[in-house]
């Protein structure tokens, strides 16, 4: 254990018989110190167990506290959006309110409310994934941030690369900005290897719906139609809708790309016979090391922290084998990136 973890967990006993009679009791705005290391989760839709987003964030919130010595059951608090995420807010502010610190919000659709809840609790520091802070002025608010059409361009790559039809397909789980970066580098890498590539791309549910990420069967339609026009490979960046795609590259004996965590892992036999790759979104490490660095007291605030390809936030998995035969390709361009060589667009 650390020195400062120790520290951490050396007064946390007198601090939770304490915490009711002393308001924002659990730290200061540049992170750890002599506070308990409590943290606080609020899921994106479909919370835990999606096999994707979210499960890759709570991965990294496990990792920082076993580091820290904490207890993963007693240590953390996991709350979950209703259906149509109009409780949010709440979550957020319970979670302050319950003194845990730091407080991590999964997903930009928390984007339109954090900034005025973290100003409401400036002894308690907040982050969330997938939003860009620096110009909200909230000096205990940290933004998560990836190079999603980075990866997705290497998604795109690999599709093409791999595709006997010379077309593919994407399926979106939110009409946003954010999906669209993956749709935007999932086409640019197809297109820079096969110019004439087909691409179908279809949108779960509109902008402000989040429902799209938590609809596995509007997936698999999704999916069964592009390989029914013809597509051989289809990418996903729909969240637990992404088990529906799997489906139905299974039945149509295809091939998918999954996100975010490497979901060969996670997925059944069947499945791991079609999922040639995740484009790899390391939202647990973003996080584990958002936590150590609030730990450690080394926090800046009120700033993102970028993950992408030269950072190693943002991959392709190789988990079965399916595109080994192609990683000089993938290298390649994965370098040109780096480079500069190549500037991957964000908007389709």
Same mark, same amino acid.
């Given at each position: ?40 989760v609020a899921y994106d839709t ?62 930009? !659709?928390? *984007?339109?409310?954090? %900034?005025?809840?973290? $100003?409401?609790?400036?002894?308690? +520091?907040? &982050? #969330?994934?997938?939003? /860009? ?104 960046? !729909?969240? *637990?809708?992404?088990? %529906?795609?799997?489906? $139905?590259?299974?039945?149509?004996? +295809?091939? &998918? #790309?999954?996100?975010? /965590? ?15 790759t995740s484009m790899l979104k390391r939202v647990d ?64």
């Amino acid at each position: 254990m650390t020195k400062a973890a120790a520290l951490l967990l050396a007064g946390s006993l007198a601090l939770a018989a304490c915490a009711s009679d002393d308001e924002n009791s659990s730290g200061g705005t540049s992170g750890g110190g002599e506070g308990d290391l409590k943290v606080g989760v609020a899921y994106d839709t479909g919370g835990r167990g999606d096999k994707s987003f979210n499960d890759s964030a709570i991965a990294g919130v496990e990792a920082a506290v076993k580091a820290a010595g904490g207890d993963v059951k007693e240590d953390i608090q996991e709350l979950s959006p209703n259906a149509d995420g109009s409780d949010r807010a709440e979550l957020l502010t319970q979670l302050a309110e319950n003194d845990f610190n730091p407080v991590i919000a999964v997903g930009f !659709a928390y *984007g339109d409310i954090i %900034g005025d809840i973290a $100003a409401e609790y400036p002894d308690t +520091q907040f &982050a #969330i994934v997938d939003t /860009s802070v620096s110009e909200m002025g909230v000096d205990n608010l940290t933004g998560l941030v990836f190079a999603e059409e980075e990866g997705s361009f290497l998604a795109g790559v690999a599709a093409a690369s791999k595709s006997a039809t010379g077309h593919v397909g994407f399926v979106g789980g939110q009409e946003s900005p954010l999906i669209g970066k993956f749709q935007a580098g999932f086409e640019a890498g197809a297109k820079a290897v096969n110019p004439d590539v087909i691409v179908d791309v279809k949108y779960l549910s509109p902008a402000g719906d989040p429902s799209g990420f938590g609809d596995p069967e509007g997936g698999k339609v999704a999916a069964q139609g592009m390989y029914q026009a013809g597509a051989d490979i289809v990418f996903h960046a !729909a969240g *637990g809708s992404g088990e %529906g795609v799997f489906e $139905a590259a299974v039945e149509a004996g +295809q091939r &998918a #790309i999954g996100v975010d /965590s490497d979901q060969y892992l996670s997925a059944s036999a069947e499945q791991q016979a079609v999922i040639m790759t995740s484009m790899l979104k390391r939202v647990d490490n973003a996080v584990e090391g958002y936590i150590e660095d609030f730990a450690a007291g080394d926090l800046e605030g009120g700033s993102d922290i970028l993950n992408d390809l030269e950072t190693g936030g943002i991959a392709l998995s190789t988990s079965g084998g399916f595109i080994d035969d192609i990683q000089d390709v993938i290298e390649d361009y994965r370098q040109q990136i780096i480079d500069g060589d190549i500037e991957v667009p964000t908007t389709p």
